[in-house]
C-alpha cells in the first residue's frame, strides 16, 4: 500500500527572488525520477507539502499550471522555519513534496462562462496557476472572458512581473494591476483591491468569481461582490490553515466538519456560510 | 464458541501468548498507575486497575511514532521507511470502551482516498481480548455513548472474570485460531448464569443516561451560542483529556535531526493547546478557550458524526476522572438538553 507520508524527491531547478523585499522566492522543481513526474496530475488550486528533512514540511499551493509540463514552481514568502530553509536552500539541491492534496479550483464549472479573478498579495500564486491554465490554447476556448485583478502593497511587491507585462498585451484577458501605494515609476493603478474592483465593476452575469488573499482583502471585497450580485455559489475562495498531514488526518485544519485540507483549500461563499466563523 | 479458562492456567496461557505473538496487556508502572505494555513475563500481567489510564490506542497510534529516516551519503540524501511489523500482536485485556475507540479511529485513519499505513498495519497484525468490566467506575457512561461494560464488538475473544475462572469467548476468525489451545476447556452451564448476572450487575452501575442520542442536532444550534462563553471556563486547558483520551486522534508532525541524518516523527497533539492552530502570521483562527473547548465538544458530538455517523466518544470517563480541576464532559452535554442543570 502507497503510504501518503513519504515525500516524492525532487531537485531544486532554478531559484528566483519574486520581490524587492526579497521575501517571497519562487523554486522550480523538477522530478528525480520521470515515474513520479508522469503520475503527479493536478488541477489549479490544489496544494503540495514540501519539506527539507531535517527542517520539517509545510503546504504551499502550486504556482504553475498543469499545462506546463515537467516542473512544479511554488512561491514561498519567507516566514517561520521551514520557509526560511526553503530560502536558503541552493539550486541543484533536493527537496521533498507531497501531493497533489486538497480540491482545486471548480474548473469544470467555468466552461462556457466569465471568469473573474481577484488576487491580493502573494496569495496570487495559485491564481497564477489557474490563469495561465485558462489561457492554454486548448483551454482559451472553453470560457468567455477572463478579467484579473491583482493588488499588491508596492509595485516592488508584485510577483511574476514578465508574465504580467506579456498578460497586459493580449487581448483575450482584461488584466488590472493595481498597489495601494505607488512610487516614482509606477504608471498603473492605485487603490485597495475592493475597491478597484467596484471600479472595475464587472458584470456578475454567467460570471464565476476566484478570489485569493489576506483576510482583510477578502472580508472587503465579499461586501463588493455582493454588490455587483454575485450569488453565494459562484464565488469561490481558497483557505490556508496551519497544516500537518494534509490528507483529514491529524485533525488540525478543520473549520466545522470538512477539513481545509481534504474538503478544501477551495469553498465557495455558500458553503463557508454555513460553517462556524473559525477562520 | 464459549470457554472457560480456570485460573491456576491463567499464566501459562498467556506464557503461550507470550511465545507466539508479541503480548500487549495493562501492567502496574507504580501503584495506581497503569498502562498497556509489551509483555516479556506472564507475571507482569496486571488486571487489578479497572482501566489503565493511558487508553489502548497507544498500540496503534502511539504517542511518539517515527515515520520516516533519513541519512545523507555524499551528496544524496536517502529516506529510509520505518520497519514493519514483524510479529503478530495480541492486545489482552482492554475493555470494551477501548475497543470500541478503535474501531472508531479506524474511520478516520483508513479512508476512501488515504490510508494511514501505521495505524492500519498495527490494526491487521492484533488479535484483541477483551475484558468484560465488572465494575464501572462513578466517571463511566459508556452505555450512553452506545456501548456497555461487556460489548464484544471489535473484540476477536472476549474474555470475563468469574472469580475462580475466566469464561472466554471466541468471537471472529482470528479469535477461532484459539479453538485448539489447551487451556480453554469447555465452559460450564453455570458460568453462563454467573456472567448474566455480572452482566446486570455492571449494567446497573451505568444504568442513568446521558442524553448523546440526537447531540448533533442541537449542537447545529448551538454554534455561537452563549453556552461556549460559560464552559471555558470550567477549563485550564491541561490537555490531559484529550491525551488520554481513547478516540482523540490530532498529531504534530516534526523533523529531529540534522542536514546528514534524522527521523521525521508524529506526536499526540492536542485541540485545547493555543500553539494548536496558531499559525506563522500570528493569526489564530481559535484565539481564545472558548473556540478550542467549543472544537473539543464539537469535534466530538457535532463534527464527528457528520462525517462518521457516530460520536467521537466512548464513554469511558478518564477526560473526567483525570481532569485536575473536575471538568465533567457529562454536565456540558447535559447542558446541550432539556436536562440542563442550574450551572455549568
Same mark, same amino acid.
Given at each position: 500500500?502507497?503510504?501518503?507520508?513519504?515525500?516524492?524527491?525532487?531537485?531544486?531547478?532554478?531559484?528566483? #527572488?519574486?520581490?524587492?523585499?526579497?521575501?517571497?522566492?519562487?523554486?522550480?522543481?523538477?522530478?528525480?525520477?520521470?515515474?513520479?513526474?508522469?503520475?503527479?496530475?493536478?488541477?489549479? %488550486?490544489?496544494?503540495?507539502?514540501?519539506?527539507?528533512?531535517?527542517?520539517?514540511?509545510?503546504?504551499?499551493?502550486? *504556482?504553475?499550471?498543469?499545462?506546463?509540463?515537467?516542473?512544479?514552481?511554488?512561491?514561498?514568502?519567507? *516566514?517561520?522555519?521551514?520557509?526560511?530553509?526553503?530560502?536558503?536552500?541552493?539550486?541543484?539541491?533536493?527537496?521533498?513534496?507531497?501531493?497533489?492534496?486538497?480540491?482545486?479550483?471548480?474548473?469544470?464549472?467555468?466552461?462556457?462562462?466569465?471568469?473573474?479573478?481577484?488576487?491580493?498579495?502573494?496569495?496570487?500564486?495559485?491564481?497564477?496557476?489557474?490563469?495561465?491554465?485558462?489561457?492554454?490554447?486548448?483551454?482559451?476556448?472553453?470560457?468567455?472572458?477572463?478579467?484579473?485583478?491583482?493588488? *499588491?502593497?508596492?509595485?516592488?511587491?508584485?510577483?511574476?512581473?514578465?508574465?504580467? *507585462?506579456?498578460?497586459?498585451?493580449?487581448?483575450?484577458?482584461?488584466?488590472?494591476?493595481?498597489?495601494?501605494?505607488?512610487?516614482?515609476?509606477?504608471?498603473?493603478?492605485?487603490?485597495?483591491?475592493?475597491?478597484?474592483?467596484?471600479?472595475?465593476?464587472?458584470?456578475?452575469?454567467?460570471?464565476?468569481?476566484?478570489?485569493? %488573499?489576506?483576510?482583510?482583502?477578502?472580508?472587503?471585497?465579499?461586501?463588493?461582490?455582493?454588490?455587483?450580485?454575485?450569488?453565494?455559489?459562484? #464565488?469561490?475562495?481558497?483557505?490556508?490553515?496551519?497544516?500537518?498531514?494534509?490528507? %483529514?488526518?491529524? %485533525?488540525?485544519?478543520? #473549520?466545522?466538519?470538512?477539513?481545509?485540507?481534504?474538503?478544501?483549500?477551495?469553498?465557495?461563499?455558500?458553503?463557508?456560510?454555513?460553517?462556524?466563523?473559525?477562520? | 464458541?464459549? +470457554?472457560?479458562?480456570?485460573?491456576?492456567?491463567?499464566?501459562?496461557?498467556?506464557?503461550?501468548?507470550?511465545?507466539?505473538?508479541?503480548?500487549?496487556?495493562?501492567?502496574?508502572?507504580?501503584?495506581?498507575?497503569?498502562?498497556?505494555?509489551?509483555?516479556?513475563?506472564?507475571?507482569?500481567?496486571? +488486571?487489578?486497575?479497572?482501566?489503565?489510564?493511558?487508553?489502548?490506542?497507544?498500540?496503534?497510534?502511539?504517542?511518539?511514532?517515527?515515520?520516516?529516516?533519513?541519512?545523507?551519503?555524499?551528496?544524496?540524501?536517502?529516506?529510509?521507511?520505518?520497519?514493519?511489523?514483524?510479529?503478530?500482536?495480541?492486545?489482552?485485556?482492554?475493555?470494551?470502551?477501548?475497543?470500541?475507540?478503535?474501531?472508531?479511529?479506524?474511520?478516520?485513519?483508513?479512508?476512501?482516498?488515504?490510508?494511514?499505513?501505521?495505524?492500519?498495519?498495527?490494526?491487521?497484525?492484533?488479535?484483541?481480548?477483551?475484558?468484560?468490566?465488572?465494575?464501572?467506575?462513578?466517571?463511566?457512561?459508556?452505555?450512553?455513548?452506545?456501548?456497555?461494560?461487556?460489548?464484544?464488538?471489535?473484540?476477536?475473544?472476549?474474555?470475563?472474570?468469574?472469580?475462580?475462572?475466566? !469464561?472466554?469467548?471466541? +468471537?471472529?476468525?482470528?479469535?477461532?485460531?484459539?479453538?485448539?489451545?489447551? !487451556?480453554?476447556?469447555?465452559?460450564?452451564?453455570?458460568?453462563?448464569?454467573?456472567?448474566?448476572?455480572?452482566?446486570?450487575?455492571? !449494567?446497573?452501575?451505568?444504568?442513568?443516561?446521558?442524553?448523546?442520542?440526537?447531540?448533533?442536532? @442541537?449542537?447545529?444550534?448551538?454554534?455561537?451560542?452563549?453556552?461556549?462563553?460559560?464552559?471555558?471556563?470550567?477549563?485550564?486547558?491541561?490537555?490531559?483529556?484529550?491525551?488520554?483520551?481513547?478516540?482523540?486522534?490530532?498529531?504534530?508532525?516534526?523533523?529531529?535531526?540534522?542536514?546528514?541524518?534524522?527521523?521525521?516523527?508524529?506526536?499526540?497533539?492536542?485541540?485545547?493547546?493555543?500553539?494548536?492552530?496558531?499559525?506563522?502570521?500570528?493569526?489564530?483562527? @481559535?484565539?481564545?478557550?472558548?473556540?478550542?473547548?467549543?472544537? @473539543?465538544?464539537?469535534?466530538?458530538?457535532?463534527?464527528?458524526?457528520?462525517?462518521?455517523?457516530?460520536?467521537?466518544?466512548?464513554?469511558?470517563?478518564?477526560?473526567?476522572?483525570?481532569?485536575?480541576?473536575?471538568?465533567?464532559?457529562?454536565?456540558?452535554?447535559?447542558?446541550?438538553?432539556?436536562?440542563?442543570?442550574?450551572?455549568?
Amino acid at each position: 500500500m502507497k503510504n501518503p507520508y513519504l515525500p516524492i524527491p525532487m531537485r531544486v531547478k532554478k531559484a528566483t #527572488i519574486e520581490t524587492t523585499d526579497r521575501m517571497l522566492r519562487t523554486l522550480e522543481l523538477s522530478f528525480l525520477n520521470e515515474e513520479d513526474g508522469k503520475n503527479f496530475s493536478f488541477v489549479p %488550486g490544489q496544494f503540495c507539502e514540501l519539506s527539507i528533512l531535517g527542517k520539517g514540511e509545510a503546504p504551499f499551493g502550486i *504556482a504553475s499550471s498543469p499545462t506546463e509540463n515537467g516542473s512544479l514552481r511554488f512561491t514561498i514568502n519567507k *516566514a517561520g522555519l521551514v520557509t526560511t530553509a526553503l530560502h536558503q536552500i541552493e539550486e541543484g539541491s533536493e527537496i521533498g513534496i507531497r501531493g497533489p492534496l486538497g480540491n482545486g479550483y471548480p474548473i469544470e464549472l467555468f466552461k462556457g462562462k466569465n471568469v473573474l479573478v481577484i488576487g491580493g498579495g502573494f496569495a496570487f500564486t495559485t491564481l497564477r496557476s489557474l490563469i495561465v491554465y485558462l489561457l492554454h490554447p486548448e483551454n482559451r476556448p472553453k470560457v468567455k472572458g477572463i478579467t484579473v485583478i491583482y493588488g *499588491a502593497r508596492m509595485p516592488g511587491l508584485l510577483l511574476y512581473k514578465e508574465e504580467l *507585462a506579456t498578460w497586459q498585451k493580449r487581448r483575450d484577458l482584461n488584466l488590472v494591476v493595481t498597489v495601494d501605494w505607488g512610487d516614482m515609476d509606477w504608471k498603473g493603478k492605485v487603490g485597495l483591491v475592493p475597491n478597484v474592483l467596484e471600479e472595475v465593476a464587472p458584470s456578475s452575469k454567467d460570471t464565476y468569481a476566484v478570489i485569493c %488573499g489576506p483576510p482583510i482583502m477578502i472580508k472587503f471585497t465579499f461586501p463588493k461582490l455582493m454588490a455587483l450580485r454575485f450569488p453565494y455559489d459562484r #464565488i469561490f475562495t481558497s483557505l490556508e490553515r496551519r497544516m500537518k498531514c494534509g490528507i %483529514g488526518k491529524c %485533525g488540525r485544519c478543520n #473549520i466545522g466538519h470538512l477539513y481545509v485540507c481534504k474538503d478544501g483549500p477551495v469553498f465557495s461563499y455558500a458553503e463557508l456560510e454555513k460553517l462556524p466563523k473559525d477562520y | 464458541m464459549k +470457554l472457560r479458562l480456570e485460573k491456576k492456567d491463567f499464566r501459562s496461557f498467556l506464557q503461550g501468548l507470550i511465545e507466539t505473538y508479541d503480548l500487549f496487556a495493562p501492567v502496574q508502572l507504580v501503584e495506581g498507575v497503569s498502562v498497556f505494555r509489551k509483555i516479556d513475563r506472564p507475571e507482569e500481567v496486571d +488486571l487489578t486497575h479497572p482501566n489503565p489510564q493511558k487508553p489502548a490506542k497507544d498500540l496503534f497510534f502511539p504517542q511518539s511514532e517515527v515515520m520516516l529516516r533519513y541519512e545523507k551519503a555524499g551528496e544524496q540524501t536517502s529516506v529510509i521507511p520505518v520497519d514493519e511489523v514483524k510479529r503478530e500482536r495480541v492486545l489482552f485485556g482492554a475493555r470494551p470502551c477501548d475497543i470500541e475507540a478503535i474501531s472508531t479511529l479506524e474511520k478516520v485513519f483508513v479512508g476512501k482516498e488515504y490510508t494511514d499505513v501505521y495505524f492500519l498495519e498495527k490494526r491487521k497484525k492484533t488479535t484483541i481480548i477483551g475484558l468484560g468490566c465488572n465494575h464501572p467506575l462513578s466517571t463511566c457512561f459508556c452505555s450512553s455513548a452506545g456501548g456497555d461494560p461487556f460489548l464484544r464488538a471489535g473484540s476477536d475473544l472476549f474474555f470475563i472474570d468469574l472469580g475462580e475462572a475466566y !469464561f472466554v469467548e471466541l +468471537l471472529t476468525e482470528k479469535g477461532m485460531a484459539f479453538q485448539k489451545n489447551p !487451556f480453554l476447556k469447555e465452559a460450564n452451564p453455570k458460568d453462563l448464569v454467573l456472567v448474566k448476572e455480572l452482566e446486570e450487575k455492571a !449494567f446497573e452501575k451505568v444504568g442513568f443516561s446521558i442524553p448523546i442520542g440526537g447531540i448533533e442536532k @442541537r449542537l447545529d444550534l448551538m454554534a455561537e451560542s452563549a453556552f461556549w462563553d460559560r464552559v471555558h471556563e470550567g477549563c485550564i486547558g491541561c490537555r490531559i483529556c484529550t491525551y488520554l483520551c481513547p478516540t482523540c486522534h490530532c498529531f504534530d508532525i516534526v523533523d529531529e535531526g540534522d542536514s546528514q541524518r534524522g527521523q521525521r516523527v508524529r506526536n499526540w497533539d492536542s485541540c485545547l493547546s493555543p500553539l494548536y492552530s496558531l499559525e506563522t502570521s500570528g493569526h489564530n483562527p @481559535r484565539p481564545t478557550g472558548r473556540e478550542r473547548t467549543r472544537q @473539543r465538544l464539537m469535534h466530538k458530538f457535532n463534527y464527528f458524526p457528520k462525517s462518521f455517523n457516530q460520536v467521537a466518544c466512548v464513554g469511558c470517563g478518564r477526560c473526567i476522572l483525570y481532569c485536575p480541576i473536575h471538568f465533567d464532559i457529562r454536565k456540558a452535554i447535559l447542558w446541550t438538553s432539556s436536562k440542563r442543570p442550574k450551572a455549568f
